[in-house]
């Protein structure tokens, strides 16, 4: 039967946690099967007459006299935990039968069990981006916790250092238009936000639904086009936003005076940066799990401070690059 184990991982096997089933032959009469129930449950598994499985009966149809054979996919039980939850998110099966290599009827996984395994793997998921496995948890004092974390946040450090450096190049254009650092503000926040998003959503395929190249390409293909839909949207919307503001004020930020292109200039700059930025955000957010799941690092590594890190150094420097072009057409 089912055991709670809060040190649930890849180590694990689902013969750990298998449950009693009701079992019967397919040449059983129902009052025979409805007798012989022994186990709760809704449904009956159903075997030949070498004990091989065969599907299930689901009691409902029983008490109404059909004998329907509804085959629910297996899984052996040398699975492991991870390559069950994967399993469960693809087949969407109330419960999964469990059989061994001669394919012979073990016992079952329910759902209640399920449930369990998969959120015991999702806070194991959580110690992972705190730095440490829950196995850890319990033998880390508070200084070696910290010095898991130290070396991610070192790093977020350096490379903000490094950005600080490269910004003085922008200088110029930060004190001439203060304003543009309002909106750099706006599309970082947005940028590195969507980022997590994606991030969050690769990280889940990987670890659930990975099933080969092709899948993986077709995955990768259509978050991107979200991406580009999703960065054209926004992107016209900030552009119709700050162009009426212009014009409502009589103003932009080039001169005192208010200018039709002016506006539009000011307005495509700001749009443009966060178009690119989110295409940006959209790519490093896929691509940093995929990047470390191909280097048989675990992917919840790919943390969040990482993404926002990365997206944010390189949307400055996209947005204001459109600044200087946008500038030097003035």
Not at 102 to 126: H, M, P, W
Not at 146 to 174: C, H, N, S
Not at 284 to 292: K, S
């Amino acid at each position: 039967m089912y055991q709670n184990n809060d040190n649930t991982n890849a180590t694990f096997f689902v013969s750990h946690y298998l449950s009693n089933a009701n079992i019967c032959k397919e040449n059983d009469e129902i009052d025979d099967i409805l007798n012989n129930i022994k186990e709760i449950g809704n449904f009956v598994i159903v075997t030949d007459s070498n004990n091989k499985y065969k599907g299930i009966y689901k009691i409902a149809d029983l008490l109404n006299g059909n004998k329907n054979i509804i085959y629910y996919h297996p899984i052996f039980d040398t699975a492991n935990v991870t390559e069950l939850i994967k399993f469960k998110r693809i087949s969407k099966q109330s419960i999964i039968p469990v059989i061994d290599n001669n394919n012979v009827v073990v016992g079952i996984i329910t759902s209640d069990t399920l449930k369990e395994l998969i959120r015991i793997d999702f806070v194991e998921d959580y110690y992972r981006q705190a730095g440490f496995t829950s196995q850890e948890r319990k033998s880390f004092d508070d200084g070696k916790r910290m010095g898991r974390r130290l070396p991610t946040l070192f790093m977020a450090f350096l490379t903000l250092f490094a950005i600080g450096i490269a910004m003085t190049a922008f200088v110029e254009e930060i004190e001439e238009y203060p304003l543009f650092a309002i909106y750099q503000v706006m599309i970082l926040i947005v940028s590195s936000g969507y980022a997590i998003m994606v991030n969050s959503k690769a990280i889940h395929y990987l670890r659930f639904k990975k099933l080969g190249l092709k899948t993986n390409a077709h995955f990768v293909r259509g978050e991107l086009k979200k991406g580009f839909v999703i960065a054209l949207v926004l992107g016209i919307i900030t552009f119709v936003i700050i162009y009426f503001y212009c014009v409502i004020n009589k103003k932009t930020i080039f001169s005192e005076e208010f200018y039709a292109s002016d506006a539009m200039l000011f307005s495509g700059i700001t749009a443009l940066g966060l178009f690119f930025s989110i295409i940006e955000a959209s790519t490093i957010g896929l691509g940093g799990p995929f990047i470390i799941d191909h280097l048989h690092l675990d992917i919840s590594t790919s943390s969040q401070i990482f993404i926002r890190t990365l997206t944010s150094s390189i949307c400055v420097f996209i947005f204001y690059i459109w600044i200087i072009i946008g500038v030097s057409l003035i």
